[in-house]
């Protein structure tokens, strides 16, 4: 059974700061991995995606990695903003492209002014 | 394109009380699927629908929980009796049939409260 964990469960940084969140799976037979973010009250929104064949995607000031070998995906936020506070929630999907998502316990951020 | 509705945005029951919730998804989506997501938690999948049929409902907790697509378009998904525990948010997303058909595109949600 696929299990998605997120590490650190919360994090506060000062606006302006790089920085890094990480997930982690235990089934490298993914068929891909998203990245969400989710605002208090409201739904997720996909930030990234990125297939099992590829090893980054970039948005803007984000750019996420795929390690599927070790089973890890890193998000970088680059230069902070204090409208980047959210949840942060990455989510596998299984190899056989069934579409369940298994999502990680998510990461929540504060980007303080 | 107008995204996932959802409704009602939130909901306060009594324990041993019955609560239905709907969803209306992207137009032209053929699945549809209904999250729970306990507070602190990521959602967990509790059905997938493709068009008016169940495609996986292994986590369902099929003695309170049930829920239908007819016409293959809006969903309800409905709990009796809840229990304390249903406490949550259920959030409703679809996806594509054709193109980005992996992509899950998700409404604001339902927030549950079983007092």
């Known amino acids: 059974k696929q299990e998605v964990t997120q590490i650190p469960a919360a994090l506060s940084v000062p606006e302006g700061e790089n920085l890094v969140l990480n997930c982690s799976f235990t089934?490298?037979?993914?068929?891909?991995l998203q990245w969400f973010r989710q605002d208090p009250g409201k739904g997720l929104t996909s930030l990234l995606l990125?297939?099992?064949?590829?090893r980054e995607q970039t948005s803007g000031r984000l750019n996420a990695s795929l390690d599927k070998s070790s089973g890890r995906s890193t998000l970088y936020i680059a230069a902070s903003q204090p409208g980047d506070s959210a949840t942060y929630l990455c989510?596998?999907?299984?190899?056989?492209?069934?579409?369940?998502?298994?999502f990680g316990g998510g990461t929540r951020l504060m980007v303080k002014p | 394109e107008a995204g996932v509705a959802q409704s009602p945005r939130y909901k306060i029951i009594e324990k041993r009380q019955s609560v239905a919730f709907w969803c209306n998804p992207i137009?032209?989506?053929?699945?549809l699927y209904w999250y729970q997501q306990i507070l602190g938690q990521g959602p967990k999948l509790l059905i997938q629908?493709?068009?008016?049929?169940?495609?996986?409902d292994s986590q369902l907790p099929k003695d309170r929980f049930s829920a239908e697509r007819l016409k293959g378009v809006d969903s309800t998904l409905k709990i009796q009796p809840a229990k304390l525990e249903d406490s949550a948010v259920y959030l409703c997303?679809?996806?594509?049939?054709?193109?980005?058909?992996?992509?899950?595109?998700f409404g604001p949600g339902t927030r549950l409260t079983v007092t």
């Open positions: 997303a679809s996806s594509p049939d054709r193109g980005r058909i992996y992509e899950q595109y």
């Open positions: 089934d490298s037979a993914i068929y891909n």
């Open positions: 990125i297939q099992s064949s590829q």
């Open positions: 989510a596998v999907l299984p190899g056989n492209a069934g579409n369940m998502l298994t």
């Open positions: 137009s032209g989506h053929a699945t």
């Open positions: 629908f493709q068009n008016n049929g169940v495609v996986d």
